[in-house]
C-alpha cells in the first residue's frame, strides 16, 4: 500500500497531481492542510474527481467528510490520547500515528492503520530523524490487527527497505512534493514498491 500525505501548504495545479496520482494506482491521499480555512478546504475538495473521494483521508474537517461522503479520518498522537477519535469508532475508517514499538502494539482494532514514523530522516522536515529513526523496531512488532505505515523520508532508492522491514506500507510526502516532477516520482516509488 502506497499512501501520499499533501503538503502542509498549497502547491501549484495540486489537485491536477492528485488526480493524477490516482490514476497512476495511488491507493489513498492524506488531506492535511493545517493552515487552510473551512472554505478553502472545500474548495481544494472540489478540485478533487468525486470517484476519489473513498481514497480520501481527512486530517480535520470532520464535517466536510460528511458533506463529501469522505469516511476516512487520520488522528494525531494528542488527538487520540485526548480521545477526540471515539465518536468515529465502529462510523467511519481511522487512522492515527506512533513514534515508538510499545505505542504501536498497544494500538486497538478501531485503527486501520498507523504511520510509524520517522523511518528515515525527514526530507520535508529538515532535521527531523537524523538523530534517531524508528526503522529498526519494526522487527518488535506484535500487533497484527493495525497496518504499519512507514513515514518518513522515504523515497524511490529505499522504499524497498521498508517493505523488507516488514511494513505493510509506505507513506510519501516530502519525496513527490519537493520533486520537479511529482508524478514521475511517485510511479518510480510505486514501481520499485511493487518490484518486491
Same mark, same amino acid.
Not at 10 to 34: A, C, S, W, Y
Not at 114 to 134: A, C, D, N, Q
Not at 165 to 180: F, I, P, R, Y
Given at each position: 500500500?502506497?499512501?501520499?500525505?499533501?503538503?502542509?501548504?498549497?502547491?501549484?495545479?495540486?489537485?491536477?497531481?492528485?488526480?493524477?496520482?490516482?490514476?497512476?494506482?495511488?491507493?489513498?491521499?492524506?488531506?492535511?492542510?493545517?493552515?487552510?480555512?473551512?472554505?478553502?478546504?472545500?474548495?481544494?475538495?472540489?478540485?478533487?474527481?468525486?470517484?476519489?473521494?473513498?481514497?480520501?483521508?481527512?486530517?480535520?474537517?470532520?464535517?466536510?467528510?460528511?458533506?463529501?461522503? #469522505? =469516511?476516512?479520518?487520520h488522528?494525531? %498522537?494528542?488527538?487520540?490520547?485526548? *480521545?477526540?477519535? @471515539?465518536?468515529?469508532?465502529?462510523? /467511519?475508517?481511522?487512522?492515527?500515528?506512533?513514534?515508538?514499538?510499545?505505542?504501536?502494539?498497544?494500538?486497538?482494532?478501531?485503527?486501520?492503520?498507523?504511520?510509524?514514523?520517522?523511518?528515515?530522516?525527514? #526530507? =520535508?522536515?529538515?532535521?527531523?530523524? %537524523?538523530?534517531?529513526?524508528?526503522? *529498526?523496531?519494526? @522487527?518488535?512488532?506484535?500487533?497484527? /490487527?493495525?497496518?504499519?505505515?512507514?513515514?518518513?523520508?522515504?523515497?524511490?532508492?529505499?522504499?524497498?527497505?521498508?517493505?523488507?522491514n516488514?511494513?505493510?506500507?509506505?507513506?510519501?510526502?516530502?519525496?513527490?512534493w519537493?520533486?520537479?516532477?511529482?508524478?514521475?516520482?511517485?510511479?518510480?516509488?510505486?514501481?520499485?514498491a511493487?518490484?518486491?
Amino acid at each position: 500500500m502506497i499512501l501520499v500525505i499533501t503538503p502542509e501548504t498549497m502547491v501549484q495545479n495540486e489537485t491536477d497531481i492528485i488526480n493524477q496520482l490516482f490514476q497512476e494506482g495511488l491507493d489513498l491521499l492524506h488531506i492535511r492542510k493545517p493552515m487552510i480555512s473551512r472554505e478553502e478546504m472545500k474548495n481544494f475538495l472540489y478540485g478533487i474527481d468525486e470517484e476519489f473521494y473513498s481514497q480520501l483521508v481527512l486530517h480535520g474537517y470532520d464535517d466536510l467528510g460528511k458533506d463529501h461522503h #469522505i =469516511s476516512r479520518f487520520h488522528f494525531r %498522537e494528542t488527538d487520540r490520547n485526548a *480521545g477526540i477519535y @471515539k465518536s468515529h469508532v465502529g462510523k /467511519n475508517i481511522l487512522s492515527t500515528s506512533v513514534h515508538g514499538m510499545e505505542t504501536y502494539n498497544a494500538l486497538g482494532k478501531e485503527w486501520e492503520y498507523s504511520f510509524f514514523s520517522p523511518v528515515f530522516p525527514s #526530507i =520535508s522536515k529538515k532535521g527531523y530523524g %537524523e538523530e534517531l529513526t524508528v526503522m *529498526g523496531q519494526i @522487527k518488535y512488532r506484535a500487533n497484527q /490487527n493495525v497496518k504499519l505505515i512507514a513515514l518518513g523520508g522515504i523515497n524511490e532508492s529505499n522504499i524497498c527497505k521498508v517493505f523488507e522491514n516488514g511494513a505493510d506500507g509506505a507513506a510519501l510526502l516530502g519525496a513527490v512534493w519537493e520533486s520537479d516532477q511529482p508524478l514521475n516520482t511517485f510511479k518510480r516509488c510505486r514501481k520499485n514498491a511493487l518490484s518486491q
